[in-house]
């Protein structure tokens, strides 16, 4: 089956969508590239870039004939979108989407999809704390993981097919189901997401440590969290808000834990300190060795060379 | 006043010491380093790798005529070394150290200092997950700050000479008091170890979602943490020890913040969670204007190029 699609139609042009149109290109994948979004300025950077083919200013005009769409929206909009374009779908095409969940996405989608067209939900996890369309560049999903989560009856071949594009795109892909993808991430990432902001927040509420302090001593731990909390905050409200089973879960055993450490230092148990320190050292070298990071020396450094 | 030394003795032989004397070669900063780790395993390697041109059998002998000494040994083990070599130093020399905590290190040195020994403490804010003393580079302290904090009154002309020598190494000097040290330190870096600590604890207990699940899609927001988390257990273990206080205060608040961003998400409030996520933002702009890290779209990343 061919990774390749004869039209690709983007709806939202934010950063996976600019960058998915970027390798597209370099991957030769797509016949014709055609994008919408909501909002007439983007669509004007995407014109002034050249980001697609053709820019519509309706997204049924931009999935008219095309034999894959991808929903490139913040989850909470996914439904609206996907009704939208609906009547405009082309019999046999295939609808896909990038959200970061997956249940919430398939629930809020699944019912627009017309009879004779394949919704297939993956999700690149791959991003910057960059957004919008000149954010994407054609690397960003080099060598990492996307998830395709096929809904109940999925067709197997639109499966593969969209597979195969993915892998042109760069990424290595592996199928999952909707619950536990759900569970991974809110696992590695939007608990992690959530916290960050957190801390980042009560660094500027607090009154006795200047902002300017924050920033400028943030190379000792602080700095990875800003750059967590500097993602796109109507993509994380829509996350929070459709992942809200599994988000609180993992922060009600996160809540759990942390006391457990917090007493610890109240009682100054530095044995359960210990422990607790050299466990988790383990889980990086763990990382280190499946390739998703390199071993270089380079927390807390200045500038890049 | 010269920035060098003539004799300088490095105590505890790990990446901050066996990078100080990396620089300081490359500086020309010291006329000889002499040094002492515990280990006799440590020693060895120091030895064989040519970290100091002399490697001591005890921190006494190490300490003996030199002008400098610097501690760089875990916070909780520093007041047991002072004790150890106050007899051995020479009258005039300047006593060092590098320890994450200000206040503490001061309460458990500063009673040994023979009359006629200055000692001004200081935190050089470096590092990597790495530790021991084959972790060194001389590279580690450049363009990175360096808190002075001297001891009450401390010698004018010493803290200048150890502000010249910090310079000659690499980093940007600012003096500071201790419990302002503490207090930045334990919102910049000391509560952000402990909740990547804990959230990278979390991912490793959950039985649902594997180690190796955790792992492979570590990229997206929980690898930053898995770095910090990765950093020497001893030395954090005495640094939430030492820093007691000044953690568990700003723990306090960061429990109350996620507490109401948890409770936004349970009642569904996506307006508290977007103007929340929108102010965090704006903080790492911040960062980056600062000169402190680069807007170079590597979070999530593969191994870089």
New interface residues.
Partial sequence: MSARYERVALIGLGLIASSMAWAMRRGGLAGEITGYARSAETRDIAREIGLCDRVCDSAAEAVAGADLVVLCVPV?AMGAVAEEIAPALAPGATVSDVGSVKKAVIEAVAPHIPEGVHFVPAHP??????SGPR?G?AE?F????C?VVPAEGSDEAAVSRLEGFWEGLGANVERMDAD?HD???A????????????????????R??T?????????????????????D??M???V??TN?EA??E??G???E??FA??RA??L?D?AH??E??????A?????IE?????A?????????R
Avoid: C
């Fill in positions: 909470g996890l791959a991003g910057t704390e960059y954010a560049f960003l080099d060598n990492r993981w998830l536990h569970l991974v991430l696992v590695t990432s939007h608990t992690p997401h959530l916290i960050a902001y957190t801390m980042v927040g009560v660094a500027d509420d607090l006795r440590v902002d300017s302090e924050v920033i400028k001593y943030s190379a000792a731990g602080f700095r990875d969290f800003t750059r967590i909390a500097a993602s905050p109507t994380w409200r829509d929070f808000m809200k988000t609180l993992i922060l055993r996160f809540t834990e942390l450490l917090q230092i109240r100054g530095g300190l210990h607790y320190f050299t466990r988790t050292r889980i990086r070298r763990g990382i499946a390739g998703q990071d390199t270089a020396p380079d927390f807390g450094r200045g500038p890049k």
